[in-house]
T-cell receptor
Framework: QKEVEQNSGPLSVPEGAIASLNCTYS??????FFWYRQYSGKSPELIMF????GDKEDGRFTAQLNKASQYVSLLIRDSQPSDSATYLC???????????FGTGTLLAVQP | SAVISQKPSRDICQRGTSLTIQCQVD?????MFWYRQQPGQSLTLIAT?????????ESGFVIDKFPISRPNLTFSTLTVSNMSPEDSSIYLC?????????????FGPGTRLTVT
């Protein structure tokens, strides 16, 4: 079992729709959870982080964390073509005490 | 947050040579890291650059191949030594900022290395 798992996609959504990106992790001791956006040929950009169970909203982005289910998600409301990118889930803490990345989900927003 | 710059942004090198990548952070940070990202793949941690002591390397990475310096709290270098085509990749520097129980990692723009 991978430490951080994401569906590689591509996830295709129409412009204006809600994009839902999901991530599961294996280490129950994990403490911090991050979403990075990576455009093709660019470096990862931190867009959201969440430390507590529940929802955290920032503009069009909402991060959701459920530690009991070891599940973290990112919702993007009113998706725009400029949101098309690979979204990397990263988890910190637990046994490794390092930031562990998933393989990323490619999001394609269709105009 | 932290603003991170890297030099060079890209390079094409011949096998057997070495390349040193520089990473500069706009503020003092305790933790700096070096990652590698191969095409179509996620990030792999090479090492943690420790200020004032030797870097901590991950499994599969050794100091002779990837020597790292960390002379102060804003700067680090990664050298890719005796390069082979398998070293062709994007090398990313990152820095951790925050306080208390809240820390976040930010990335530099990366160095795209091609070894011929």
């Amino acid at each position: 079992q991978k430490e951080v798992e994401q569906n590689s996609g591509p996830l295709s959504v129409p412009e204006g729709a809600i994009a839902s990106l999901n991530c599961t992790y294996s280490d129950r001791g994990s403490q911090s959870f991050f979403w990075y956006r990576q455009y093709s040929g660019k470096s990862p950009e931190l867009i959201m982080f969440i430390y507590s169970n529940g929802d955290k909203e920032d503009g069009r982005f909402t991060a959701q964390l459920n530690k009991a289910s070891q599940y973290v998600s990112l919702l993007i409301r009113d998706s725009q073509p400029s949101d098309s990118a690979t979204y990397l889930c990263a988890v910190f803490g637990g046994a490794t005490n390092k930031l562990i990345f998933g393989t990323g989900t490619l999001l394609a927003v269709q105009p | 947050s932290a603003v991170i710059s890297q030099k060079p942004s890209r390079d094409i090198c011949q096998r057997g040579t070495s390349l040193t990548i520089q990473c500069q952070v706009d503020s003092q940070v305790t933790m700096m890291f070096w990652y590698r990202q191969q095409p179509g793949q996620s990030l792999t941690l090479i090492a943690t650059a420790n200020q004032g002591s030797e870097a901590t390397y991950e499994s599969g990475f050794v100091i002779d191949k990837f020597p790292i310096s960390r002379p102060n709290l804003t700067f680090s270098t990664l050298t890719v030594s005796n390069m082979s085509p398998e070293d062709s990749s994007i090398y990313l520097c990152s820095a951790e900022t925050g306080q208390g129980a809240s820390y976040e990692q930010y990335f530099g723009p990366g160095t795209r290395l091609t070894v011929t």
